[in-house]
């Protein structure tokens, strides 16, 4: 093992350095948080690319029905998928990442899970979200726009925690932040352009996260038939 490699699991898991007067190595990059996990940890399962399959399969579930694939209107099937895949799965996944200490993954899936809870509150009858609008139909739109601007804040002040860190969820977090203002956007003014542009954008987050998943997942198992480069 590398010494490079021996300075990043010690600053990431909390191992001492007999020199105390060495200067602190860089900040852990995605890979190495991925790819040099403890002993300890490494006999158990990781959960990381689960949640990021997780994130993935909501969000471009979302974009195609958003996008009116297959000609389908009644989005209800979206329920399911962002109550147990969006919601609880990435519930669980940033308690594993609490244990390991990686606040950011921690904070950024949940997040991610309550933002998929509340968006299916909206879609589920019982809770009466729609229907209280049953008399102002065209308060909607104005609704979910706001909704979803609160979205758009709320994922971009998670931006500056990557920053430096890893250009991947940089990235990722990036595009999705712009997705959701210009959903937000289009939705408040009821513009379709903007919506497709929005959706349209999704798909590009889908293929991140999907990638970072496949990545962070061959990573995580030795003697894997090739790797992808995770930066």
Excluded at 39 to 58: E, K
Excluded at 109 to 118: H, K, R
Excluded at 140 to 156: D, H, M, R
Excluded at 159 to 167: A, D, F, R, Y
Aim: charged fraction near 5%; include cysteine.
């Amino acid at each position: 093992m590398s010494n490079d490699t021996a300075n990043i699991e010690k600053l990431e898991y909390g191992g001492k350095d007999d020199c105390s007067n060495t200067a602190p190595p860089a900040p852990p990059t995605l890979a190495a948080t991925l790819g040099n996990p403890a002993p300890a940890i490494r006999a158990h399962l990781d959960l990381f690319p689960s949640g990021m399959f997780a994130f993935a399969g909501s969000v471009f579930l979302m974009a195609l029905y958003n996008l009116g694939a297959g000609g389908v209107t009644v989005s209800n099937v979206l329920v399911g998928m962002l109550v147990f895949a969006g919601g609880i799965t990435l519930i669980l996944v940033a308690m594993w990442e609490i244990a390991r200490g990686n606040t950011m993954f921690a904070t950024a899936f949940l997040t991610f899970s309550t933002f998929w809870l509340s968006y299916s509150a909206v879609l589920i009858p019982s809770f009466g979200v729609m229907e209280a609008f049953a008399s102002t139909p065209e308060q909607i739109p104005k609704a979910l726009g706001l909704y979803l601007f609160v979205w758009w804040v709320t994922i971009t002040c998670l931006i500056p925690g990557v920053l430096g860190k890893s250009t991947l969820f940089t990235i990722l977090l990036s595009t999705a932040s712009i997705a959701i203002l210009m959903l937000a956007c289009g939705t408040y003014t009821s513009t379709k352009a903007v919506n497709i542009t929005g959706n349209a954008l999704l798909l590009v987050v889908t293929a991140i996260a999907y990638y970072i998943g496949v990545g962070a997942l061959l990573a995580s198992e030795p003697g894997s038939a090739f790797s992808l480069p995770l930066f």
